[in-house]
């Protein structure tokens, strides 16, 4: 299952659960945190693209 697939399926599985369940707040707080580090990847994966083209 690639990045995409399992913050889409926390966030899924969080609305199923309802909002007062804690395994809810725990899956959310958990797509959060897989959607920070798939932009920090992006970020990091684009900055060294152009270290390589300006080298």
């Not at 889409?8 to 395994?23: F, K």
């Not at 959060?32 to 693209?49: G, H, I, N």
């Amino acid at each position: 299952m690639n990045s995409a697939a399992l913050i889409i399926t926390a966030r899924t599985q969080a609305r199923r659960l309802g909002s007062m369940d804690p395994r809810a707040k725990r899956l959310s707080r958990l797509a959060a945190r897989l959607e920070s580090v798939l932009a920090a990847r992006r970020r990091l994966q684009m900055k060294l693209e152009r270290k390589g083209e300006s080298a």
